[in-house]
């Protein structure tokens, strides 16, 4: 198993898609660092020789932001937002979302389980 920014990568996937499992790399970016590296056909990552092991653990960590970076990078961003009180912080700092989907039906991920909402009435007693 292959150790590459401090994540374990599944020896049974292609590179390519082995890479993503990094936090800040996508498909595209894997791809790019693949073709930088010079490792053609996108052998599965057990058949990786140790050199292009190397060579993709040196140009990742030279090149790219990755796992806690990115990580606070992102945190970092959200908190500013917040701060200087933005649109898009207030909808951070409430839970809902942030880039202009609608709210009234869907969004169960961010607003939580389904609610029933009452009158606010209480029934009155019966009248015998």
Known sequence: MIRI?????DNDKRITTALTDIYGIGITTAGQIVRECHITNNP???????????????????NLTVE??????VNRNIKRLKDIGTYRGIRHAAGLPVRGQRTK???RIKRG?????????KKSADKT
């Open 105 to 107: 039906t869907n969004a």
């Open 68 to 73: 806690s970076d990115a990580r606070l990078v």
């Open 44 to 62: 599965k990552t057990k058949d990786l020789t140790e050199g292009e092991v190397e060579k993709l653990r040196t140009y990742i960590d030279k």
């Open 113 to 121: 389980k389904k609610m029933t909402v009452g009158s606010g009435r």
């Open 5 to 9: 920014a401090g994540i374990n990568l």
